[in-house]
């Protein structure tokens, strides 16, 4: 069950869930008993393998490892997973269904795997758990794992003698150690001329070796004027997907007046909403309805500035 405290001690319910928990590896390891066999046997009219009350034993750690970018608000990150390269050892479990080549999609929720380490004490727990946490490597989506030794990092959270993280920790006293996960720099081949375009709402990469282009004018061949705006330079009017995912809904109607930060559409993707904010104030234009799936970075409609306009920002609403 749980309940939300509020500032002046009013305790309120919240909700009760007839399930085991995410966490419960974590009673399984200082408990000994497996819940998923002791619920099973409760089916099938047996009694509990025990008796009594399991006696706690060591301290376990559990790590959610999601398919989010910490430094980008915890924005889920679907893709292909291109390395999945988890630790072993003493301690240390692993509760997974992915592998390398698995898709992450954006239509469920971000977790990939637990990790959960155990130790005879704290210190030990933190210990084996630093270390888990290093060799754990996963590629092609980002993940929160260095979000995760981050804190495991922090003396806030590993002191022995105090424990001076609260609910609003991560962003107050931990923003700073909170840094984007690392885009990986696409490839430059000299001999092919990349370009970009839209079909059906998914942008594509597109390229032409340049050779088949040797025999086009100079005019059409020649660079740009280095006066003249890139053709793939950010429009500062577009309103763009922040994420992979599903346009829920629009919050304003074609042609409203909006000013700069306010909510315009939401997302969803993994089971999460982002809100997309108005760049600037000014007049929407939405060219993409809701319903459907879209990669990130897809133009789902303008603000027509009444002043300098700024990229969209965005910002997960709340659960």
């Known amino acids: 069950m749980e309940f939300l405290l509020s500032g002046d001690g009013t305790l309120s319910f919240l909700e009760v869930n007839t399930r085991l928990q995410v966490e419960h590896p974590v009673t399984e390891e200082t408990s000994g008993v497996d819940l998923v066999i002791e619920q099973l046997r409760v089916a099938d009219g047996l009694p509990l393998s025990f008796d009594g009350t399991p006696v706690p034993r060591g301290h376990s750690f559990e790590f959610r490892i999601n398919a989010e970018d910490a430094g980008n608000g915890f924005l889920p990150t679907p893709g292909t997973i291109d390395v999945?390269?988890?630790?072993?050892?003493?301690?240390v479990r692993l509760d997974t269904g992915v592998t390398e080549g698995s898709r992450v999609s954006a239509n469920f929720d971000s977790m990939i795997a637990k990790l959960i380490v155990t130790g005879a004490t704290r210190e030990q727990a933190i210990s084996r758990a630093r270390r888990a946490l290093a060799?754990?490597?996963?590629?092609?989506?980002?993940t929160v794992l260095p979000f995760h030794r981050a804190v495991m990092d922090h003396d806030d959270f590993t002191a022995s003698n105090t424990f001076a993280v609260h609910t609003r920790w991560i962003e107050t006293d931990f923003a700073e150690h909170v840094t984007l996960a690392p885009r990986s720099a696409a490839p430059v081949d000299a001999g092919v001329l990349r370009t970009f375009v839209e079909i059906d709402g998914k942008r594509h990469e597109l390229g032409l070796p340049t050779a088949l282009l040797a025999g086009m004018s100079l005019n059409a061949a020649a660079p740009a004027d280095a006066s003249q705006?890139?053709?793939d330079a950010p429009d500062?009017?577009?309103?763009?997907t922040p994420v992979a995912g599903n346009l829920h809904a629009w919050a304003v109607e074609d042609g409203a007046t909006v000013e700069k930060g306010q909510v315009i559409a939401i997302m969803e993707a993994m089971k999460?909403?982002?809100s997309i904010l108005a760049p600037c104030a000014g007049t929407v234009q939405i060219s993409k309805e809701p319903g459907g799936y879209l990669e990130a970075k897809v133009v789902i409609g303008r603000v027509e500035a009444r002043f300098h306009c700024n990229r969209a920002s965005t910002g997960r609403l709340p659960d």
């Open 84 to 91: 999945f390269q988890p630790p072993s050892g003493p301690g």
């Open 135 to 142: 060799e754990f490597k996963v590629e092609g989506v980002a």
């Open 229 to 231: 705006p890139a053709a």
């Open 236 to 240: 500062p009017h577009a309103v763009l």
């Open 272 to 274: 999460m909403e982002t």
